[in-house]
């Protein structure tokens, strides 16, 4: 009996230990758009068959310990796989919407998968895509022009909180 309570303390301290050292998980931020709802269609003056306008954007529920926003948006339909459309650093943390088609002052536009910096807007070659809107709350000041695969590094472990918005897309014939 005395074995199996110091077996069952021993596994107890361990796993509150392990515990300890994990990483918290990021709260979560409310993201929403006036264009269109969560799983609704993205109206087409913000794709390639309008003016390619960014959507207006808005998020709530930012931590005190935020510092700067970033923004990604992915097509998770794209045929060679993700897609990234949009990646935009450099908003200051106080900040909680974007005007559609307008960036705050400070905010840098990175490098999409289209090879340009900027937003380039749904424009799925077949079927209904879905974009995803990812909003990141970050702990440190990130404001440099990022492609995807360093936009990933340099948010890696700075996370506070994070949310997201999914709108669709499908061109008209």
């Given amino acids: 009996m005395r074995h199996y309570i110091t077996s069952v303390c021993l596994l107890a301290i361990a796993t509150s ?17 006036s264009a269109f709802t969560a799983n609704g269609a993205i109206p087409s ?25 970033a923004i990604v948006v992915e097509d998770l339909d794209a045929p060679r796989g993700t897609f990234t459309h949009w990646i935009v650093t450099g908003i200051a ?17 990175g490098r999409n998968d289209a090879g340009k910096s900027g937003w380039s807007g749904p424009c799925p070659p077949s079927g209904r895509h879905r974009y995803v809107f990812r909003v990141y709350a970050l702990d ?16 890696a472990g700075h996370v506070v909180a994070q949310g997201e918005l ?8």
């Fill in 17 to 33: 230990s392990a515990l300890a050292d994990t990483p918290a998980r990021p709260k979560t931020l409310g993201v929403e758009s």
């Fill in 45 to 69: 003056e913000y794709t390639c068959a309008g003016s390619e306008a960014t959507p207006p954007l808005r998020w709530s529920n930012v931590p005190r310990e935020a510092r700067s926003i």
């Fill in 93 to 109: 943390a106080t900040t909680t919407s974007l005007a559609g088609g307008a960036l705050p002052a400070g905010a840098i536009a």
């Fill in 140 to 155: 440190i000041p990130l404001a440099k022009q990022l492609a995807k695969a360093d936009f990933a590094a340099a948010i």
């Fill in 166 to 173: 999914v709108g669709t897309y499908q061109k008209q014939k």
